[in-house]
């Protein structure tokens, strides 16, 4: 039995086009593999918040020493590190607002890409520490990107789950979603095709 982490992060809770993406995902997911336990973090329903000096504080003091501010901000940052921790697959879903993830994305990925923990410090430089763990990004775009020096997304998420040790990542984009009826379908056909092949 494996877990599946979903990490949703459209702002819309109608209409999202990568809530339908992951919604067909897991469905696809659960139909090969119906042992698996899938776990969702709804980043628009339990917002994650900004950094901020009590969770870094928090991060680099020892436990017995943590003021009260400091053990409520670890908190939420723990248990968001222990889900990704816990799962064996990832599932990030990536809508494009201007040019890049979803702030709400960049803050969770501030949680848990944590020194010591999912990534350590080497005379050799960083070291991710999280093995054999796949995901899967299932971005939604106005416009067309994939493959261009315009694509801000895919490369930092790469990036991103790289430099904690998640190599094995798979970009699935629909694209073209705000160009007209027929240039969205196309955009979800593409990236529905694209699931079955990777999924
Ligand atoms: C605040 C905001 C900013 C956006 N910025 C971009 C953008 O920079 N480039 C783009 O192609 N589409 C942009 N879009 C369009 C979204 O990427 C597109 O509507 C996508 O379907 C959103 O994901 P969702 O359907 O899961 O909510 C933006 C949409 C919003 C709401």
């Given at each position: 039995?494996?877990?599946?982490?979903?990490?949703?992060?459209?702002?819309?809770k109608?209409?999202?086009?990568?809530?339908q993406l992951?919604?067909?995902?897991?469905?696809?997911?659960?139909a090969?593999?119906?042992?698996?336990?899938?776990?969702?973090?709804?980043?628009a329903v339990?917002?994650?918040?900004?950094?901020d000096s009590?969770?870094?504080?928090?991060?680099m003091t020892?436990?017995?020493?943590q003021?009260?501010?400091?053990?409520?901000?670890?908190?939420?940052?723990?248990t968001?590190?222990?889900?990704v921790?816990?799962?064996d697959v990832?599932v990030?879903a990536?809508?494009?607002?201007?040019?890049a993830?979803?702030s709400?994305?960049?803050?969770?990925?501030?949680?848990?890409?944590?020194?010591?923990v999912?990534?350590?410090y080497?005379?050799?430089?960083?070291?991710?520490?999280?093995?054999?763990?796949?995901?899967?990004?299932?971005?939604?775009?106005?416009?067309v990107?994939?493959?261009?020096?315009l694509?801000?997304?895919?490369p930092?998420?790469?990036?991103?789950?790289?430099?904690?040790?998640?190599?094995?990542?798979?970009?699935?984009?629909?694209?073209?979603?705000?160009l007209?009826?027929e240039?969205?379908?196309?955009?979800i056909?593409?990236?529905?095709?694209?699931?079955?092949?990777?999924a």
């Amino acid at each position: 039995m494996a877990n599946v982490l979903v990490i949703e992060s459209s702002a819309r809770k109608q209409g999202s086009i990568s809530r339908q993406l992951t919604a067909d995902f897991v469905a696809q997911w659960q139909a090969a593999n119906p042992a698996d336990q899938i776990t969702v973090r709804d980043l628009a329903v339990d917002q994650v918040p900004h950094l901020d000096s009590n969770l870094l504080g928090g991060w680099m003091t020892p436990a017995d020493q943590q003021s009260a501010a400091e053990q409520a901000a670890l908190k939420l940052s723990n248990t968001l590190t222990d889900e990704v921790l816990a799962a064996d697959v990832l599932v990030l879903a990536a809508p494009m607002y201007n040019f890049a993830i979803p702030s709400t994305l960049k803050s969770w990925l501030d949680h848990v890409l944590r020194a010591g923990v999912t990534f350590k410090y080497t005379e050799n430089g960083p070291q991710g520490l999280l093995t054999g763990k796949r995901a899967f990004v299932l971005t939604a775009r106005g416009g067309v990107y994939a493959g261009s020096a315009l694509d801000h997304q895919e490369p930092y998420l790469r990036q991103a789950l790289g430099f904690i040790g998640i190599h094995d990542v798979s970009f699935i984009h629909a694209e073209g979603l705000n160009l007209g009826e027929e240039h969205q379908q196309k955009g979800i056909s593409a990236a529905k095709a694209k699931m079955a092949e990777v999924a």
